[in-house]
């Protein structure tokens, strides 16, 4: 089975200073990973695009990951950061549009004190502006925000295009009762599609192939193939397995699945929701998104 491509994927420098979550402590981690690290496993795995995730909560990092884009083709996408609460923040939304590299934005939800931040009536104006640009929304979060997304969807903003990053963090190898109602409810109320991505550093160590099943059961149940998209989370899988090792218990999982089936979790549903809004923007806009970029790049962080 080839996986056409990786929803979820990171890059960072150490040197840039900007990941404050990064210290000793998470040892392999703690140094820089950048796209030549990864060009090794995307070609022993057949990948050839992947989605880059945002690790740090500022626009210069976001610069950062849109010049790797430029450098490296097989970076289809950046999921970038910006203050979803900056009073200008829609039209720096808007600004940022104009890259085609840049797909989504993510704000790091899970991190929140307030678990419903993001219910807020001044972020508003930057989310309508993410959905009418076509900008896709990746919600990291824990199980008791995804009540939290499906309101956000439901109430505020039904034509945002949202994806549930790791499936919501389920509390594997415990009880899945309360997660999996959820989460049901979620795909059954709204149009979120979801990530099949950073389930083994959930309980390094402790997840096996039995839980895995039974998340992705209630996944595949929920959200359909059309859904439903694979991410690798690399590097940050370093810490409880490999690009190999995910790989291949992935592919167990989805044996069950039709070819068809398959082919849309390991590469169309990401390149349908990620890419095909983005191939529009046209050539005319490059050099006002070269200019955001640089303005990114020089601000302080």
């Known amino acids: 089975m080839s996986l056409a491509v990786d929803a979820h994927q990171h890059f960072w420098s150490l040197a840039r200073g900007d990941y404050p979550w990064l210290t000793p402590d998470l040892g392999l981690l703690y140094r820089d ?16 695009r992947t989605i880059l995730v945002q690790a740090a909560p500022t626009e210069a990092e976001t610069a950062f990951l849109l010049q790797l884009a430029n450098q490296y083709p097989f970076v289809a996408g950046v999921v970038g950061w910006t203050d979803l609460a900056a009073p200008d923040a829609a039209k720096t939304i808007e600004r940022a549009a104009m890259n085609p590299k840049l797909v989504g934005f993510r704000p790091m939800l899970q991190e929140m004190d307030d678990a419903a931040w993001i219910l807020s009536a001044n972020l508003r104006p930057a989310l309508r502006a993410m959905a009418k640009a076509g900008l896709c929304f990746d919600a990291l979060i824990r199980p008791q925000q995804i009540k939290v997304i499906e309101t956000l969807l439901l109430h505020h903003h039904p034509d945002l295009k949202l994806v549930v990053d790791h499936a919501a963090n389920p509390p594997i190898g415990e009880d899945l009762t309360s997660w999996a109602t959820d989460i049901r ?10 990530k099949w991505s950073g389930l083994l550093t959930i309980a390094p160590g402790r997840v096996n192939r039995g839980h895995l099943h039974r998340v992705f059961d209630v996944l595949i149940e929920a959200f359909g193939p ?8 690399w590097p ?13 218990e992935s592919t167990i999982l989805f044996a069950g ?45």
């Open 33 to 48: 990973y950048l796209p030549a690290d990864l060009e090794m496993p995307l070609k022993a795995s057949g990948i050839g």
């Open 236 to 248: 940050v899988l370093n810490l409880a397995s490999s690009y190999d090792d995910w790989l291949f």
């Open 185 to 194: 409810r979620l795909a059954a109320n709204t149009r979120a599609y979801c």
């Open 257 to 301: 699945l039709t070819v068809a089936q398959q082919i849309r979790i390991t590469s169309q549903t990401a390149a349908d929701f990620y890419l095909a809004s983005r191939s529009d923007v046209g050539k005319t806009r490059a050099g006002v998104a070269s200019q955001f970029t640089q303005a990114m790049l020089h601000s302080s962080y």
């Open 226 to 233: 059309e859904r439903l998209m694979w991410g690798s989370d």
